[in-house]
Nanobody, 125 residues
C-alpha cells in the first residue's frame, strides 16, 4: 500500500512562487515514477510534471515549462514541485501521484495507481 501526502499550497500573487512537497510511504519509493497533476474548478484533471524513478528524466506540460521544476529525494521519500512565475491560470488543486514499478513516467492520470488528497494553489492579487 502506498500513501501520499501533499503540502505547501496556499495563496500567492501573480509572479510569485510556491514549493509543493509530497511525502511517500509504502513500497520502495525509488522504484516508482512520480507525477504532479492539477484540477481547476469545472475542468478535468491535467498533467503538470513527472519524474522517472531514478530522477534522471523529467517531463512537463508545455504551459509550465521554464517555470516549474520537479525533483525527488529518494533518501527522504519526497517529491517536490517548485513553481515560479505563477499565473492566475495555475490556480487549481494539485495532486501528487505514484506510478508503481515504473521507471518511465506516463503523462495520463490513468498511468498512476496512487494519489494524494491534493493541495490548493490559488494565484490571485
Amino acid at each position: 500500500q502506498v500513501t501520499l501526502e501533499e503540502s505547501g499550497g496556499g495563496l500567492v500573487q501573480p509572479g510569485g512562487s510556491l514549493r509543493l512537497s509530497c511525502s511517500f510511504s509504502g513500497r520502495a519509493f525509488g522504484s516508482n515514477s512520480m507525477g504532479w497533476f492539477r484540477q481547476a474548478p469545472g475542468k478535468e484533471r491535467e498533467f503538470v510534471a513527472a519524474i522517472s524513478a531514478g530522477g534522471g528524466r523529467t517531463y512537463y506540460q508545455d504551459s509550465v515549462k521554464g517555470r516549474f521544476t520537479i525533483s525527488r529525494d529518494n533518501d527522504k521519500n519526497t517529491v517536490t514541485l517548485q513553481m515560479n512565475s505563477l499565473k492566475p491560470e495555475d490556480t487549481a488543486v494539485y495532486f501528487c501521484a505514484c506510478e508503481v514499478l515504473s521507471t518511465e513516467p506516463g503523462t495520463s492520470s490513468w498511468d498512476y495507481e496512487y494519489w494524494g488528497q491534493g493541495t490548493q494553489v490559488t494565484v490571485s492579487s
